[in-house]
C-alpha cells in the first residue's frame, strides 16, 4: 500500500521528535477523517430510528382516522421488528461480503420509499405491510454501523464512537419528536411519512460519498491516521470466508456455543425492551394515560430522549476513560452496561406519582440509564471473531429485536384487555432491565476477542 499521499510520511517517521502521543504518533500529525465518517454514521442512526419511530408518535391520530383498538396498534408496533429480526443475518451476511458502504446505501433507500409510502395507507393490513417492509430494509443497518466502527476506530476510541452513533438514534428522536408531533397537528399525519422518506432517500447520497469500507480505501486518510487506526489490531475483511460453503452454518454453531455470546445477545434484549416501549407506546402513554395533547406532548415526549442521548455518551465516555486508565476491558465495559440496567428498572416508580413533572423526571432517569447501557454494540466488535463480525452482529440484533415483536404486542394486550392503565407494562419493563443486568454481571464472563 502506497502512502504518498500524506507528504509529512516522507520526511518524518512515526514515534520521533517531541509530543508523540503514547502510539508513537506526533499527534499534530494524526489526521481526523475517521471522525467525519463518524459523523455520517450518526445521522444515519438517526434518520433510521426517525423513520422505525415516527408511527408511535403519529399513533393517537392514526388510531382515530383509521379505527386501530390497542391490541391491533401493537401488532402494527411489532411488524417492523418481525422482518427487522428475521433478516438481521442475511443482513449481516450481506456486510460481510459486499461491505457497508454499498449494503447501507442501498437499505437506505429502501426502507426511506417505505417510510414515504405510509402516506397512502388506508388501514391496517397496509400499514402493517409497510412496517414490515421498513424492517427488512432497516435490518442491515447496525451490522454495517459495527463493522465501520470496527475497521475505522482502535480499540481506545471505540466504546465513545459507538456511543456517539448510538446516539443518533435518540438526539435525533429527542429534536423531532415536537417537530412531527407539530407536523402532524398542522398539516396531518400523512405529510410525515413522505417528508421522512424524501429526507432519508436524498441522504443516501451523502453516505455513498463519505464512507469506505476500510481506512486504507480513502484518499483522505493520512498515513499516521491509518497507523493510528490500526496500531492495536487488524481488522479481517472476512468476505472471503463469507462465501466458503457452510461457513455460516460452522460460524453460527461456533457462536452459539459461548456463554459470553449470550450473556450479550440476553443482555441486549433487555436493553432493546425499554428503547421499544419509548419508541413504541410512550407517546400513547402520555396522551391516554397522562392526558397531554399530541402538540404539548410532544415536547414533553422529548425529554426523556435527551436525557438517553447523555447517557448514552456518558458510557461510552466513560468505559473509553477506563481502559486508557488501564483497566481491565471486563470493567471499563461491563460497569456501564450493568449500572444502567440496573438503575433503568426505575421506571416502575412512574406507577406511583400523580405528577405529570414526576412522571417525566423519572421516565427522564430510566431513559438516561438505558442509554448508559445502550453502546453494547462495542462488546460484538471486541468480543466476536474479526471474520464473524457481521453474522455476530446480525444475532446480536435478532435479540434485541425480538423484544421489538414481543414488548409492543403483550403491552397492547394488557392495555387493551384490562382498564387501559399502564401499570404493569412498566412492571414488565422494570422487571426485564433487572434481569439485563443479571445476564452481563454473570453470563459475560471476559470482555476480549473469541478466538475462531
Known amino acids: 500500500m502506497s502512502l504518498s499521499h500524506d507528504p509529512a510520511a516522507a520526511t518524518t517517521r512515526p514515534g520521533t521528535g517531541t509530543g ?86 442501498w437499505a437506505l433507500v429502501g426502507w426511506s420509499v417505505m417510510t414515504a409510502l405510509g402516506s397512502l395507507a388506508k388501514g391496517f393490513g397496509f400499514l402493517f405491510a409497510g412496517r414490515m417492509g421498513l424492517g427488512l430494509f432497516e435490518a442491515p443497518a447496525f451490522p454495517c454501523n459495527g463493522r465501520v466502527a470496527a475497521s475505522w476506530f ?33 398539516l396531518g399525519w400523512r405529510h410525515v411519512f413522505w417528508i421522512l422518506g424524501g429526507m432519508g432517500i436524498a441522504w443516501a447520497l451523502v453516505w455513498v460519498k463519505v464512507i469506505r469500507n476500510r481506512p486504507e480505501q480513502h484518499p483522505r486518510v493520512g498515513a499516521y491516521e491509518l497507523v493510528h487506526i490500526t496500531e492495536d489490531e487488524v481488522t479481517a475483511d472476512g468476505s472471503d470466508r463469507a462465501r466458503e460453503k457452510g461457513a455460516f452454518r460452522r460460524d453460527m454453531g461456533f457462536l452459539l456455543r459461548r456463554r459470553r455470546i449470550w450473556g450479550v445477545f440476553l443482555g441486549q434484549f433487555a436493553i432493546a425492551s425499554t428503547l421499544y416501549f419509548f419508541l413504541t407506546w410512550f407517546p400513547t402513554y402520555l396522551t391516554n394515560e397522562r392526558g397531554l395533547s399530541l402538540d404539548k406532548g410532544g415536547l414533553t415526549g422529548a425529554l426523556p430522549f435527551v436525557a438517553a442521548l447523555v447517557g448514552v455518551l456518558c458510557g461510552g465516555s466513560w468505559s473509553d476513560w477506563m481502559v486508557k486508565r488501564g483497566m481491565s476491558a471486563s470493567f471499563a465495559r461491563k460497569t456501564p452496561i450493568v449500572t444502567g440496567l440496573g438503575l433503568a428498572g426505575v421506571i416502575v416508580a412512574a406507577n406511583h406519582v400523580t405528577s405529570n413533572a414526576a412522571m417525566i423526571a423519572i421516565m427522564c432517569v430510566a431513559f438516561f440509564a438505558n442509554g448508559l447501557a445502550s453502546f453494547s454494540w462495542v462488546l460484538v466488535t471486541e468480543i466476536a471473531p474479526e471474520r464473524m463480525l457481521g453474522v455476530a452482529g446480525g444475532v446480536f440484533n435478532v435479540f434485541g429485536n425480538l423484544a421489538g415483536i414481543v414488548v409492543p404486542i403483550v403491552i397492547g394486550y394488557m392495555i387493551g384487555g384490562g382498564d387501559g392503565s399502564f401499570a404493569l407494562p412498566l412492571m414488565l419493563i422494570g422487571g426485564i432491565t433487572i434481569g439485563g443486568a443479571l445476564s452481563f454481571l454473570f453470563l459475560v464472563d471476559k470482555v476480549e476477542r473469541i478466538e475462531a
Open 154 to 186: 482502535p480499540r481506545a476510541e471505540r466504546g465513545r464512537a459507538v456511543a456517539v452513533y448510538t446516539s443518533g438514534q435518540f438526539i435525533g428522536l429527542g429534536v423531532a419528536f415536537p417537530l412531527i408531533a407539530w407536523m402532524a397537528a398542522a
Open 20 to 105: 508523540a502521543s503514547p502510539s508513537g504518533l506526533p499527534k499534530r500529525r494524526i489526521g481526523k477523517y475517521r471522525f467525519a465518517i463518524l459523523a455520517v454514521l450518526f445521522v444515519s442512526t438517526a434518520i433510521n430510528y426517525l423513520d422505525r419511530s415516527v408511527l408511535s408518535i403519529v399513533a393517537p391520530d392514526v388510531s382515530r382516522d383509521l379505527g386501530i383498538s390497542p391490541e391491533m396498534m401493537g401488532w402494527l408496533f411489532s411488524g417492523f421488528a418481525w422482518t427487522y429480526a428475521l433478516a438481521q443475518i442475511p443482513g449481516g451476511r450481506l456486510v460481510d461480503r459486499f461491505g457497508p458502504r454499498i449494503v447501507y446505501a
